[in-house]
């Protein structure tokens, strides 16, 4: 690979994630023996060591079931005799605390799904943990069940119920099939190359990769947020972002709550005002008044005590997705979610009705399934083909399934949240910059750090005097710093493509993930930046 690849404009004009590897090969070039890679989202934290165990135990029992069937169905031959005898063997030879907290998850459970016994679970697991079946095309149902009891009693979504949840291959299928099912001219037609999307800018890249995606390149209606005001938009940024929508009538709003990549958790205030704006949005055609919210909230784990959601201002016009990629470092575990709760499902059945009428996709499910839900509309494009007759084999799979509900119901994250914020903290006060008051560090979720170098070296400039003019007259790039900061061993990630509608502005500003490295590394990171930049003065 040629180094020139991170020519001047490059930054600005390449797409993050696409311009990574030309960094990383730069640094592997430079640093044959490693570099530290700051540029990745995936925790390196290890799992909850108890609820892997768990897992190994339903593992073991499901094996001596299958020794004792002999070839017997699963499906029609399983009954609770066999799993008793297995389970009763299984708990000889396997730690007693581990055994406890099997049977206690499992009580638990139980006492989310009425009519359900602990019998019935264990037949249902067994099963499961032998993939049996294609299952619920939404998910488990016991799995649906602690996804919403955790969203109601971590997170404070009072109105979850495990009817609103369908399970997906992480929030990035989530995100995708609700695009497939607004923007498919063969289904509901939402979505133009004429439309507007709205986000807070700055955002995860991929958003506005898919926003501007060629196969149907809407237009963005971006809101900024100001560092000044520590990652939140200023009134007046507010009250020009509503002028605008009032015109050009987004027909979403993207929200990542909290934010990637600021890492800021949104204050009531500020969601307040954007439920408003998006509940009085009319759009021509609709018969209800109000446009579609799609809230991103896979890092609200980090700040439960912290995080409000917009659904709670604007609950009839809230779709809400997540996963467990990030808190519960299960980012190959592909488990993510969509929720539409009753209220939300009534206004969009209600405000797509002659869409749905007229598509000769989605009519089939009105036909016939008079009570259908929304949440059967996003069940079907979930499917591979594009009539949903292969739906029913598209879900996550089961093991994924409950290995998830086990770390939802054993993992509380502390230690790992501990960890992360020394790490980010670190980090910070390693370069001596707080893109943000630090007063209000509590209201950021410590996995991201955000560092515009033109404004730390200009901050700086008694240190970098010679650096700070060679901005100030343009006569250095940002793709300069990034290459040194590569060769001396540091991989960030610039984020000026987070920032779709400045990204010139932003083209000094890099994204550094303290989630799959060390303390060391980030006190290393530290000293290399530093150096990096008295090398450049």
């Not at 989605?362 to 499917?383: G, T």
């Not at 490295?517 to 003065?537: F, G, P, Y």
Request: proline share 5%.
């Amino acid at each position: 690979m040629k180094e020139n690849l991170l020519e001047k404009g490059s930054i600005v004009r390449v797409e993050a994630f696409k311009i990574i590897n030309e960094i990383k090969a730069i640094a592997q070039k430079y640093n044959p023996d490693g570099y530290i890679d700051m540029s990745r989202g995936d925790p390196c934290y290890p799992p909850s060591v108890l609820a892997d165990e768990v897992f190994v135990f339903f593992q073991i029992v499901k094996n001596y079931v299958q020794d004792q069937l002999k070839g017997k169905s699963v499906i029609s031959g399983l009954g609770f005799s066999e799993i008793a005898e297995a389970y009763n063997k299984a708990k000889k030879i396997y730690k007693k605390e581990i055994v406890e907290k099997a049977d206690e998850i499992l009580k638990e459970i139980e006492k989310l799904l009425p009519g359900k016994t602990v019998e019935d679970l264990w037949i249902d697991l067994v099963r499961g943990f032998q993939s049996s079946g294609y299952g619920d095309i939404a998910g488990e149902i016991e799995v649906r069940a602690v996804v919403a009891h955790y969203l109601k009693e971590k997170l404070g979504l009072k109105h979850i119920d495990k009817e609103d949840i369908i399970l997906t291959l992480g929030a990035a299928e989530a995100i995708g099939k609700i695009f497939d099912l607004f923007g498919d001219k063969y289904m509901l037609h939402y979505l133009s190359d004429k439309d507007y999307v709205a986000t807070l800018s700055p955002v995860y890249g991929p958003y506005n990769a898919i926003i501007s995606y060629a196969k149907l390149p809407l237009k963005l209606l971006p809101l900024s947020v100001s560092q000044r005001n520590n990652f939140l938009p200023e009134e007046s940024e507010i009250d020009r972002f509503e002028n605008e929508a009032k015109t050009k009538k987004p027909r979403l709003l993207i929200l990542v709550n909290p934010s990637n990549p600021t890492g800021r958790v949104y204050d009531e205030k500020t969601l307040e005002r954007l439920a408003e704006i998006f509940q009085n949005i009319e759009i021509p055609g609709y018969e209800c008044k109000g446009s579609i919210i799609i809230e991103d909230i896979v890092y609200a784990d980090f700040l439960p005590d912290k995080f409000i959601s917009i659904s709670n201002f604007a609950p009839c016009n809230t779709i809400i997705i997540g996963s467990m990629s990030k808190f519960f470092r299960a980012t190959g575990n592909r488990l993510g979610y969509i929720v539409i709760p009753k209220e939300t499902d009534d206004f969009l059945k209600k405000f797509f009705s002659w869409s749905i009428k007229f598509s000769p996709i989605l009519n089939r499910i009105v036909k016939y399934k008079p009570d259908y839900s929304f949440k059967d509309l996003l069940c079907l494009v979930k499917s591979p083909d594009p009539v949903g007759a292969l739906s029913h084999t598209h879900l996550v799979p089961k093991i994924a399934q409950y290995l998830g509900m086990i770390r939802l119901l054993i993992d509380d994250g502390k230690e790992y949240l501990n960890t992360m914020r020394e790490k980010w903290e670190t980090f910070y006060s390693g370069i001596d910059y707080w893109p943000f008051d630090i007063s209000e560090k509590d209201n950021f979720v410590p996995y991201y750090c955000l560092v515009d170098f033109k404004d730390l070296i200009l901050q700086k400039r008694d240190s970098y005097p010679i650096l700070c003019s060679k901005i100030n007259e343009n006569k250095i790039e940002p793709e300069e710093l990034i290459s040194l900061l590569a060769k001396n061993g540091l991989v960030g990630l610039p984020a000026a493509t987070f920032y779709k509608e400045a990204k010139e502005k932003h083209k000094w500003t890099v994204r550094f993930s303290v989630a799959n490295v060390e303390i060391e590394h980030v006190e290393k990171a530290c000293e290399i930046i530093k150096r990096s930049l008295n090398e450049l003065n």
